[in-house]
């Protein structure tokens, strides 16, 4: 199965810039998704294909990357980006997904 | 708009199986893919299989042996079955629809908790 390795926890103040990553065992192509996570809520899509973003979402919100390595940024940070947020692939079978980064604001 | 809402027992003894529903509002299973996936407490997240437009399956060989996923045209749900529980089953499952087989989720379920307990 592919291993998706993400970074479990990241802080930052409102208004900055947040970079979280998700490193994959073996190449993806530019097939990975992300996914925001509030507590007792469902994931809700951010971003797929790398960096094509979601309709109704953000444009602080932002994705890159391809092969193995990719990005999830948040420009600016709001208080209410709290939540853990998790990288998906569907490269290769199984769908796997990443560990999750808990994102917590200042 | 599609909604999905997950139903069923939250509570399943070890050994015995575990029976979700899906039902969904606002769109036809029998177009896309329609998935299951489980959150495990402390995060970690797998996806267990689909049933596609046509009726076909797929699962993860994680569970090849214990999964089962079916579907209801007329009621527009579909359905859950993991044989042979242990406690390491005890996590929210959620059910979602993508677009193709391999792909992402737009859409999801509130999700519901199952805890595997004697």
């Known amino acids: 199965d592919t291993v998706l390795t993400q970074s479990p926890a990241l802080a930052v103040s409102p208004g900055e810039r947040v970079t979280i990553s998700c490193r994959a065992s073996e190449s993806v192509s530019t097939l990975m998704h992300w996914y925001q996570q509030k507590p007792g809520q469902q994931p809700t899509l951010l971003i797929y294909?790398?960096?094509n973003l979601e309709s109704g979402v953000p444009a602080r919100f932002s994705g890159s990357g391809s092969g193995t390595d990719f990005t999830l940024t948040i420009d600016p940070v709001e208080a209410d980006d709290t939540a853990t947020y998790y990288c998906q692939q569907s490269w290769n079978d199984p769908l796997t997904f990443g560990s999750g980064t808990k994102l917590e604001i200042k | 708009e599609v909604q999905l809402q997950e139903s069923g027992p939250g509570l399943v003894k070890p050994s015995q199986s575990l029976s979700l529903t899906c039902s969904v509002t606002?769109?036809?299973?029998?177009?896309?893919?329609w998935g299951w996936i489980r959150k495990f407490p402390g995060n970690k997240m797998e996806w267990m299989g689909y049933i596609s437009y046509s009726g076909s399956t797929s699962y993860n060989p994680s569970l090849k042996s214990r999964i089962s996923i079916t579907r209801d045209t007329s009621k527009n749900q579909f359905f859950l079955q993991l044989n042979s529980v242990t406690t390491e089953d005890t996590a929210t499952y959620y059910c979602a629809r993508s677009n193709w087989e391999l792909d992402w989720f737009a859409y999801w379920g509130q999700g519901t908790l199952v805890t595997v307990s004697s």
């Open positions: 606002g769109y036809s299973i029998t177009s896309n893919y």
């Open positions: 294909l790398a960096s």
